[in-house]
């Protein structure tokens, strides 16, 4: 099984940023997209931002040019940068890795969840 951890979160005022780390581990073979999904109370989730196997990017329009998303294949592990930071990014943030992973009988794909992260943007 494939284990996402997530940290950074927290509370900062509005123009302010923060960095978002989420670590897969466990039977990984191989990963390919990277992403980050929010969601904010009363609200379905959203895609934020997506990062593939290429460092190919994806962002949501509300985050375009204030967040970026990168990699790094050796740690697996996805990072989100968050400035310039306004009140309605105030949501639950989760990781979402796709891949392969090994078991007893080979390899399977698997999509696996972060358990989530609280970010408030409040003066």
């Known amino acids: 099984q494939v284990q996402l951890v997530e940290s950074g979160g927290g509370l900062v005022q509005p123009g302010g940023s923060l960095r978002l780390s989420c670590a897969a581990s466990?039977?990984?073979?191989?990963?390919?997209?990277m992403g980050w999904y929010r969601q904010a109370p009363g609200k379905e989730r959203e895609l934020v931002a997506t990062?593939?196997?290429?460092?190919?990017?994806k962002f949501a329009d509300s985050v375009q040019g204030r967040f970026t998303i990168s990699r790094d294949n050796a740690k697996n592990t996805v990072y989100l940068q968050m400035d310039s930071l306004k009140p309605e990014d105030t949501a639950v943030y989760r990781c979402n890795v796709d891949g392969r992973e090994t078991f007893r009988y080979g390899l399977r794909s698997f999509s696996s969840w972060g358990q989530g992260t609280q970010v408030t943007v409040s003066s």
């Open positions: 466990g039977s990984i073979f191989s990963i390919n997209a």
């Open positions: 990062i593939s196997t290429g460092s190919s990017t």
